[in-house]
């Protein structure tokens, strides 16, 4: 993730890429499908689509946010985008590439109404005490520069409210190795049961969460959590997207972009502090109103999501392979959700 980031992985990557263009076009496949990964998948889908391979990009790069004029090389690369949200289908359609909203396969995973006393049985954890879930992501720099203020977070929460428990799902051991690291170096931080993985139970089981901005954050409104939004990028990514103006939206979490306001409050960068997130946090809980009109707006994000979204994508890649996409188009754009943002 981020600019800078990718440096000391890029020759790798253009190796993989390379070879797997060869392996491609020795052995043409009738459609490929470039999963996320859109810096890695794009230019694979280009050259394929060149050869004559129908191309699908499922998951849409955040275009419409950050470096619009990608769109072009999007239509150039993709015979078809498969968009998880449902304001994204109009930027590709003002830029004439062939994009449906089918949408996001989390939402048909994730219960309505998740079980928080069954989730806080399976996970042995206490089942009155105040949960507050920690998820400071699943890459290991994410979690480099997120698990100490998040454990600042849980000790200024700890200081105002001692009952309150803290629990943090760890994607990974290395993610665990990280944020144990990260964690001694705060004074007085209060006890943080971490979990191998479960993040879905670890959402349905605590009360509220403080969570990376990324699919996590999906997950959190998906399961009916208040949350509050933290993000840091290394300092020359932050220069960049500062200086070259290259983020074109107000919100970078996912809540805020759904709904085209402010939801749930988000940090980022030199915002991102322990004090900060917890005081936002405890803000959020405190009035129960905003809770319960946020929680209705995320029932309401969640049931427009919820359609069968690996179905859809399915249906649609068999019409590209068929040649019949163009007829699947307006049936699939009559089930399309308007643009909840204007």
């Known amino acids: 993730m981020g600019l800078a980031e990718v440096l000391r992985h890029l020759p790798r990557l253009l190796s993989l890429r390379a070879e797997l263009a060869r392996r491609l076009l020795a052995a043409p496949p009738d459609v490929f499908v470039g999963i996320d990964a859109p810096e890695f998948n794009l230019a694979l889908a280009r050259r394929?689509?060149?050869?004559?391979?129908?191309?699908?990009?499922?998951?849409?790069?955040?275009v419409w946010a950050w470096r619009q004029g990608r769109v072009r090389g999007i239509g150039a690369a993709c015979d078809l985008v498969l968009c998880l949200l449902p304001f994204e289908t109009a930027f590709y359609s003002r830029h004439g590439v062939p994009a449906l909203f089918v949408g996001h396969p989390l939402a048909d995973e994730i219960p309505l109404e998740p079980d928080r006393a069954g989730a806080r049985r399976a996970l042995a954890l206490d089942?009155?005490?105040?949960?507050?879930?920690?998820?400071?992501?699943?890459?290991?720099?994410?979690?480099?520069?997120?698990?100490?203020?998040?454990?600042?977070?849980?000790?200024?929460?700890?200081?105002?409210r001692t009952g309150w428990r803290f629990v943090a799902p760890m994607a990974s051991a290395a993610a665990r190795e990280v944020f144990d690291r990260e964690v001694t170096q705060v004074p007085g931080a209060p006890e943080i049961r971490r979990i191998?993985?479960?993040?879905?139970?670890?959402?349905?089981?605590?009360?509220?969460?403080?969570?990376?901005?990324?699919?996590?954050?999906?997950?959190?409104?998906?399961?009916?959590?208040?949350?509050v939004v933290a993000y840091r990028v290394s300092p020359v990514t932050a220069f960049l997207l500062r200086t070259m103006r290259l983020v074109k939206v107000r919100y970078f979490s996912q809540p805020n972009l759904l709904a085209g306001r402010r939801l749930v409050p988000e940090f980022f960068q030199e915002q991102v502090s322990g004090a900060a997130l917890g005081d936002a946090l405890?803000?959020?809980?405190?009035?129960?109103?905003?809770?319960?009109?946020?929680?209705?707006e995320f029932t309401a994000v969640h049931r427009a999501l919820r359609c069968g979204g690996a179905g859809r994508a399915a249906d649609a890649i068999a019409a590209l392979a068929r040649g019949e996409l163009a007829a699947a188009l307006p049936a699939a754009a009559a089930l399309q959700v308007p643009d909840a943002r204007h």
Do not use: N, W
């Not at 089942?127 to 998040?150: C, D, I, K």
């Open 48 to 62: 394929l689509k060149h050869a004559g391979v129908r191309t699908v990009q499922y998951v849409s790069p955040q």
């Open 127 to 160: 089942a009155a005490a105040p949960l507050v879930a920690l998820l400071p992501g699943s890459r290991v720099g994410e979690v480099a520069r997120l698990a100490a203020p998040f454990a600042a977070a849980a000790r200024h929460i700890h200081e105002r």
């Open 196 to 227: 191998a993985g479960e993040a879905q139970r670890v959402l349905a089981a605590c009360d509220a969460a403080i969570v990376a901005s990324g699919t996590a954050t999906l997950e959190t409104l998906l399961s009916g959590r208040p949350m």
């Open 282 to 296: 405890l803000s959020e809980l405190e009035d129960r109103e905003h809770v319960r009109e946020l929680l209705e």
